[in-house]
């Protein structure tokens, strides 16, 4: 299960104290190899939390033997201080694990501009080295929460190798990914530059389009960890589904546990000219504050689909635009279409088709509907 | 007062019967003379209303007799029907004042998608013209509120002549204007010419700096008519200021009734390189609904705006950036500052000043927070 379905891989999860609630918030994920092949893909946001700019150098090199990741502190504008403390997370576990700390990644989750409380947190490291285990999976999906309602795993078994991962998400859901934690682990022999391409096609059209919120995180971080246990070198394409569907399969875990949801929007945007612009119409769509307000009461006012439409500089003519809402075409020819009344919109998945009627390419995002509770979660306290 | 507190202008505010629940639904301001020149601003939406494709016409021959707005029906997304639905209005004004429809603009705000009822409009258009008064200025403001809780009007007084106007607004207030309609007279002699430069100028720098929802409607219209009857003929800079004035004046207004807003929040980025950077973040600052719960609870979590001014392309060092809120600088050189319990967030304006410590220039941009409220105003009905 987790990061430990795929062989060669164990992992722990653990209480280490930096979360005040007691809460299990650290984790680690080893990998025993024999290889120690790795991606990793970064946020795009230009304020980068510690731990990422330490992790975008370990993955430099293309090899890690271990993540640790906590919750409980995102270690993001903490500065020098924060990064020396990124620093020794990493050299603690190279220490306990009799590895190289430019091996060792690191993320974290939690509060921007807060130190992490440090003797905890090496204390804790130790503590997870102890407890690492090949079924400890699970336990680290757990420690890697924050406003996540439930855990996030998914595995893919393929021809004689296996992919598996964690994720953790709720909120700051965004475009060049999400507050996002993922790691995935694959017991496939897979050189570094082949999990590379894999990695960046699958969070492309995956983790990149789940757009909840609109809010780009500080410390996104999805790593892929191969260890070539299985002694199976699959081929490339093969091995890129494998991780597409993962990822998809993560990605809308995150989707349906996002804060405060009720509905779980698919924007597919169709007939565009090209894919980049089928793409911002979709994330025009999904960040509409009136559209997402209307979806949660169940109104289906497409007038605000083609008002998000329109700030676009994607082709199209408005008298040309189709909208459909649960396959209802309410919208033809920028007109009036069908009865919004055959809208059935009672269910927790709403699709929205968007048709440009400017070409043959496509694109779907995922988003949420704005919610008072989604307002609750996130002016309540500091997250 | 409003519209009519310049000279030589009549209005009038009814009751046509296009909103279901009887209130004022149709303004009508007529200017007398002798002079006919105006101004328009109009949505940058490309999804446009069909009054805003007319009144941009109209415009082009830079001369305006009468206004006529209604709410109740934004007459948008309704195709050549709905365009021949405001030919057919101005063609009724016209009638009824003895002008050309050339010279009547129409502005309509409501929702999308739905053709006016043109029997009691076309009537209400004929009681309109039979109200005009040169006291009829409030009861046109009243007239074209939708979800405002209160009308909006504004009065400069000049050197020899005056500038007044009113505006509606209370929800898709976004860049490129927001759902805004404006009218704003003057009984100063400024030719088309100098009153288009002076419009443009005063909202680039006042309605287009308004981001209450990142959303921008499709009906946008901001009008300025001037009659000349002050026979003074002002210099152009003292004029354009005037004219600024009166924006902002209206356009803060439109702030402080946003829906189901509790904070009024000022974004000021200065240290910029460029002016286009600081509304860039200003912007991106503006949107952050993560940002905009935490401000509802009172929370000065600079964290996240940190992550939205991250998420742009402006020139900036991370860590050389500097964040206060209500005047604390919680935020220095990219990490923590002064104390953030020293912030006082009790009052309804919320001061967020961002240091990009890149250059000298700057930009305000004004937004509210997100609420609960907000979501239940726009999830509740259709509009």
């Known amino acids: 299960m987790s990061v430990t379905a795929a062989k060669g891989f164990t992992a722990a999860g653990i209480a280490a104290g930096i979360k005040e609630n007691g809460n299990p918030d650290l984790a680690l994920v080893v990998n025993g190899g024999p290889r120690l092949d790795a991606a990793g893909v970064f946020t795009s946001n230009r304020v980068k939390a510690a731990p990422v700019l330490w992790s975008e150098q370990v993955l430099r090199g293309g090899q890690v033997s271990a993540v640790v990741l906590n919750s409980g502190g995102a270690n993001a504008c903490t500065g020098a201080p924060g990064f020396q403390d ?43 080295a102890e407890s690492l285990s090949p079924h400890g999976g699970e336990k680290a999906a757990i420690a890697i929460k924050t406003t996540d309602s439930v855990h996030k795993t998914a595995v893919v078994e393929a021809a004689g190798y296996t992919v598996g991962g964690m994720a953790k998400g709720a909120g700051m859901l965004a475009p060049g990914l999400a507050t996002m934690l993922v790691v995935l682990t694959t017991d496939a022999e897979v050189p570094a530059a082949e999990l590379d391409s894999a990695l960046r096609a699958a969070t492309r059209t995956t983790f990149d389009r789940v757009d909840s919120d609109g809010c780009m995180s500080t410390n996104d971080t999805v790593l892929l960890l191969a260890s070539g246990a299985s002694e199976v070198r699959p081929e490339q394409a093969e091995f890129a589904e494998a991780v597409r569907a993962l990822c998809a399969d993560l990605a809308l875990q995150l989707v349906r546990d996002a804060e405060g949801a009720s509905k779980d929007i698919r924007i597919e945007v169709v007939g565009a000219a090209s894919e980049d612009e089928a793409v911002e119409v979709g994330r025009s769509i999904a960040r509409n504050n009136l559209l997402k307000c209307a979806l949660h009461g169940e109104d289906p006012n497409w007038g605000r689909v083609l008002s998000a439409i329109g700030t676009t500089s994607a082709t199209f003519d408005p008298d040309e635009l189709n909208v459909a809402i649960n396959d209802v075409w309410v919208c033809r020819k920028g007109q009036v279409g069908e ?45």
Do not use: F, K
């Not at 990493?90 to 409380?117: F, H, K, N, Y």
């Not at 070409?359 to 306290?381: C, F, K, P, R």
């Open 86 to 128: 990124t620093h020794a997370t990493a050299e603690r576990v190279a220490g306990a694990l009799g590895q190289s700390a430019a091996e060792v990644a690191v993320a974290s989750t939690g509060l921007i501009g807060l130190r992490l409380p440090m003797d905890s947190l090496l204390a804790g490291v130790d503590t997870a």
């Open 339 to 383: 009865d919004r009344s055959l809208v059935d919109m009672r269910y927790r998945e709403v699709r929205i088709t968007a048709d440009l009627a400017a070409g043959q390419e496509t694109a779907v995002i995922w988003t949420n509907d704005l919610t008072a509770d989604y307002v609750h979660e996130n002016s309540a306290y500091s997250s």
